[in-house]
């Protein structure tokens, strides 16, 4: 009896468990195609510089043209979870098309570069579907407990993905290890099948339909403020990460062993903060979680830029700060997952998140272009200044803006309980 009431109470519900489930299991294949597939790249077809970055456009290029039409279509559809589950299905078969290939000694980079565009392409469709599945199966008032697990879900699979995945490619070799991947997708769109959600109706066909949802993210002065908070931050931090291995690696002196070791605890920190989100929300507030979550993400990454001195001291430095922003990240993706879910009509749901990610994501290869253009001219010390304290200022759009003094969610009209 004690150990079931440990339970978070959404887990006890078998609707959101099965939900929540093949998240996860889901979660998990993610990370073993991101290690899998750039691995087939290189140890399959040798792939050099030049198509490593064309694989990671194919990759990225989804998010950034689509998110905002197959929102528009999404908000137009009367099951988002048979969308979802067509996603986890096209997504297993793509996947599959690569172990299928490379037993009949056809793969070949430009199917990589398909295959990467169409799961990217199928991921953009399962994700905005599932902003309005979620309010479909989650009262508001458990927004953040139900946030707090699938993010803690997502932290676990970060950790534990990789090794797997690399593990998996050791054994198998990398086109064998997607197969795994391919299951994992097989398995979420089953869980999916087995729940019956009464879903929010079709948005009903009207002019502007395409373009309402950036409308109404930036008449929204609290959603403004957390887009451009949002925007900021992802624009500074994809200049630190087109600089950071070779930064760490190059002149710092850390072998691509303690690099992983550092990233794993980004990982773990990443888990904790999932785990602890909960009760800062309820201590502070959401506005507070919010604040708390973007300074908590973005001001330890100083300490990059600051590292120097004896390599123990230098590695020590870089695990206190990829910890702490992640503990600080997650904070951030719970407060303000559950601050959108509350906040968003159910007509324009799924066009305004995908307006929210086509905007983001247009921030990330502008800021790798130019962090990669600065570290050329001024060093990559300088620039990773620059980068580091550029994010941390982000914070000021949020400040000023009604979101900071925000206590608890948005009340959502019309809520139904989730059908277990």
């Known amino acids: 009896m004690a150990l079931v009431e440990r339970i978070p109470a959404l887990l006890r519900e078998r609707t959101f468990r099965r939900y929540w489930t093949g998240q996860t299991i889901s979660l998990a294949g993610d990370q073993i ?4 597939i750039p691995l087939a ?17 194919a990759e990225l290029l989804p998010a950034l043209l689509l998110n905002l039409p197959l929102g528009a279509w999404a908000d137009r559809q009367t099951s988002r979870r048979r969308a979802m589950i067509a996603a986890d299905l096209g997504r297993a078969a793509l996947v599959l098309t690569l172990p299928v290939a490379y037993m009949l ?24 579907c599932n902003a309005t599945l979620f309010v479909a199966l989650v009262p508001t008032e458990r927004y953040v407990q139900a946030n707090s697990l699938v993010n803690g879900s997502r932290s676990t699979a970060w950790l534990a993905g ?17 197969v795994a991947d391919a299951l994992t997708y097989l398995v979420s769109a089953g869980y ?7 879903e929010a109706p079709p948005a009903p066909v009207a002019k502007g339909h395409f373009t ?5 993210l930036f008449r929204e002065p609290s959603m403004r403020a957390l887009f451009a908070a949002s925007g900021t931050v992802q624009f500074f931090n994809y200049m630190f990460h087109t600089l950071f291995v070779l930064y760490v690696t190059s002149e710092l002196g850390i072998s691509a062993g303690l690099l992983g070791l550092i990233l794993g605890a980004g990982a773990v920190g990443g888990l904790l903060g999932a785990v602890v989100s909960g009760a800062v929300v309820r201590r502070i507030g959401i506005g507070g979680s919010l604040v708390t979550g973007f300074l908590g993400f973005t001001l330890p990454l100083l300490l990059v830029p600051l590292a120097d001195g004896p390599l123990p001291l230098v590695v020590l430095v870089m695990f206190v700060a990829e910890f702490l922003s992640c503990v600080g990240v997650m904070i951030v993706d719970v407060a303000a997952g559950s601050f959108q879910m509350a906040l968003i009509p159910d007509a324009v749901r799924a066009r305004v998140m995908g307006a929210f990610r086509t905007l983001n994501h247009g921030f990330r290869p502008i800021g790798a272009l130019v962090g990669g253009l600065l570290g050329t001219a001024i060093g ?29 969610l948005p009340a959502r009209e019309g809520e ?5």
């Open 33 to 36: 195609s991101l290690m899998a």
């Open 41 to 57: 790249a290189v140890l399959v077809l040798g792939a050099d510089a030049a198509a490593m970055g064309w694989l990671k456009a």
């Open 105 to 128: 000694d056809a793969l070949t980079l430009t199917q990589l570069y398909v295959v990467a565009f169409g799961i990217g392409g199928l991921t953009v469709l399962f994700d905005v």
């Open 162 to 178: 990789p090794g797997i995945g690399g593990l998996l490619v050791q054994f198998l070799t990398a086109p064998f290890a997607l």
């Open 192 to 198: 999916l099948a087995r729940i019956k959600p009464v």
């Open 212 to 216: 309402e949802g950036l409308r109404w």
């Open 380 to 408: 990559l010390r300088p620039t990773l200044w620059i980068a580091t304290a550029g994010a941390v200022l982000a914070v000021l759009w949020v400040l000023p803006s009604p979101l900071a003094r925000m206590r608890e």
């Open 416 to 420: 139904s309980a989730p059908v277990g």
